[in-house]
């Protein structure tokens, strides 16, 4: 998956939502996720009948039981694991703009993207601020309208 896939992936879950109910959405694209620093929020997957970018706006709703957390994704785009606490080491020597509203998911995905393993991470918060990150750097930022 490149940056531009996982950018319209991001844009096309937040353009689809109900804004009331639109949870926010982490993702990680990553192939080999078992060495990971996650864990499961739920006990169970959801079904996943539907293609990726449906499961995820589906699960992006406040009312999901799936909607905290980190979405896995493989590099072809699908769904691995949902709902993952993600939990990367803090990286000293990163810094980004502590005057822009940003939470945990945002300093999570930063991070992560450290990770060798992940090849990108990507957030879309619940104020519409999409960001995609790749190798400690916010690659990507858009305010959504």
């Known amino acids: 998956m490149t940056k531009e896939n996982l950018y319209k ?3 096309d879950i ?10 926010g959405i982490g993702v990680i694209i990553c192939n080999n996720p078992d060495s990971l620093p996650i864990t499961s929020l739920r006990n169970i997957e959801p079904i996943q009948n539907d293609s990726t970018l449906e499961l995820l706006s589906k699960i992006s709703n406040k009312n999901s039981e799936y909607h905290d957390g980190f979405h896995i994704l493989d590099e072809t785009g699908s769904v691995t ?6 939990s990367p080491p803090i990286i000293e020597n990163i ?7 940003v939470g945990g998911r945002f300093v999570a995905a930063l991070y992560g993207s450290c990770i060798d393993e992940i ?15 790749e ?3 916010e690659v990507y930022y858009e305010e959504l309208q």
Do not use: C, P
């Open 9 to 11: 992936l991001l844009y």
């Open 135 to 137: 190798a400690g750097k």
């Open 95 to 101: 810094s980004f703009d502590r005057s822009r509203l």
């Open 119 to 133: 090849k990108l991470t990507g957030i879309v918060s619940e104020g519409d601020r999409l960001s995609i990150f």
């Open 81 to 86: 694991y949902t709902a993952q606490y993600f």
């Open 14 to 23: 937040w353009n689809k939502s109900n804004r009331v109910y639109f949870s």
